[in-house]
């Protein structure tokens, strides 16, 4: 009877049975850290925003080799586009000269009719030019880590925008590297205006798929092809900046395409945008 | 013994190595953290070193700190895929790669399904199931090809022992 228990209990404490115990508890820990949503904790935000800088610094090293491939096949990619660019812009030059003539008397006339209206020259804001340092716009949490010296001056909730539009808003950062969320990220809130009638919605990041936007009131009147800009509510972006345009409706549910693609993007613009200081 | 570490040293650097390439390939259809998965499942671990356990777990938050995924997410997924192929050793699943592969197989999907409702039920958004079920597939048709590359390292060492 004895023999048999201390049998059983070296069994159990067997190295093989102790490192199965572990993994056990290493999981349970993992599944309760997932389960009990423990990124939302103040504690977790500190910890991710001092470890980003650490953990994208060993990525930086040890990913040298995909990085070197990677930029030979982009180099390729990049050389192809600048031959068929050249070909297109030789195709184009005639044209060209005609239309920037067109141009600029058409911005001739706007300023006179700006002048006669006496419209107000559009909000301008401070900007910072940051690199992108890692892309994960294609996952469903969609964000982008970008180059931070501690010189600047960022802040969380820092709108980021291209050249186009937005794009998201820094949601953690260091004297390293910040992460900006960006707008197909399911976690993206961003409160917006529709068409020029400016109906009020709020638009929801969808993963790959492009954002939609809910709780429209006057969702009837909203039509494919739609201006969509920020509605400046909530005071973390500036309003009348371009999102994208309506791209399809499907009763209550209005669908969005972005007009900035984060993918074809190298550097990208941080908005010196604070709601209090600038409005009251 | 020491082959043995060495052997490990080397899985631990490709896994290391893999995680760390998610700040440079950006695609639809590779994930990762799933090929992560998939190297620990097909890799014969040695039972007795309790190390792997931690340098999963700690793989595990590096890859979600990197990739801004929950805390626990990738951890929770090494270590289930470990333990899976632990429990699949005690019953000598190893000896028949078909059955192995197809306990692989319900893994991912069973994986995908608990991915598609936890994002429809938490965040009440249904991701596109055709971009988001391609990682999953590619990972499943790289299983072959990638036990035979690693069975073949592993066997390599095992002869010079």
Redo the contacts between chains.
């Keep these: 009877m004895r023999l048999s228990r201390n049998l059983r209990v070296q069994k159990i404490l067997s ?2 049975s ?3 115990i ?3 508890i ?2 349970v ?7 009990g ?3 939302l904790t103040q504690s ?1 935000k500190n910890l ?1 925003s001092y ?2 800088s650490i ?2 610094s ?3 090293i ?2 040298t ?3 070197l491939i ?1 930029s030979g096949i982009q180099s390729i990619v990049d050389l192809k586009e600048i031959y068929n660019q050249l070909d297109e812009y030789n195709r184009n030059q005639l044209t060209n000269s005609a239309s920037f003539q067109e141009v600029v008397s058409m911005k001739l006339k706007i300023a006179q009719y700006e002048d006669l209206l006496n419209l107000t020259a559009d909000q301008e804001y401070d900007f910072i030019t940051s690199r992108i ?9 969609g ?1 982008i ?1 970008i180059k931070s010296d501690e010189t600047e001056k960022l802040f969380i909730d820092m709108p980021a925008a291209g050249p186009n539009g937005i794009l998201g808003r820094v949601t953690s950062l260091d004297n390293k590297v910040a ?1 900006v969320l960006l707008l197909n990220n ?2 993206s809130r961003l409160p917006v205006s529709i068409s020029e009638d400016a109906h009020q919605g709020i638009m ?6 492009n954002p939609i936007i809910e709780y429209v009131r006057e969702y009837k009147n909203i039509k494919v092809g739609d201006l969509v800009t920020t509605s400046g509510k909530g005071g973390i972006f500036p309003p009348y900046l371009v999102v994208g345009k309506v791209a399809k409706t499907e009763g209550e549910k209005i669908e969005v395409e972005l007009i900035e693609d984060v ?1 074809q993007l190298n550097h990208i613009i941080l908005l010196n945008y604070k709601f209090n200081q600038n409005n009251e | 013994m020491n082959d043995l570490k060495i052997n490990n040293l080397i899985f631990y650097f490709i896994l290391i190595f893999i995680i760390s390439s998610n700040i440079v390939f950006n695609s639809i259809y590779f994930d990762l953290t799933l090929i992560s998965c998939l190297i620990i499942y097909v890799l014969r671990w040695n039972e007795t070193n309790w190390i792997i356990c931690i340098v999963l777990f700690l793989l595990g938050i590096y890859n979600d700190i990197l990739v801004s995924t929950p805390f626990g997410y990738a951890s929770s997924l090494f270590l289930c895929f470990y333990l899976i192929d632990r429990v699949g050793n005690f019953l000598s699943i190893p000896l028949n790669t078909n059955i192995k592969f197809l306990i692989f197989l319900l893994l991912m999907l069973s994986l995908f399904s608990i991915n598609y409702f936890t994002i429809y039920l938490i965040y009440h958004t249904s991701i596109s199931l055709f971009i988001n079920i391609i990682p999953y597939m590619v990972v499943i048709l790289l299983y072959y090809p990638l036990d035979y590359t690693i069975s073949s390292i592993q066997n390599k060492y095992v002869r010079i022992k």
């Design positions: 190295p093989s102790r490192v199965f572990l993994a056990i290493l999981f820990i993992s599944l309760i850290l997932f389960v949503r423990f990124e977790a991710r470890t980003t953990s994208y060993i990525s930086y040890v990913s080799p995909s990085k990677n340092v890692a892309n994960f716009s294609n996952k469903f949490i964000t880590l992460r399911i976690n929801i990041g969808q993963g790959q798929n993918s």
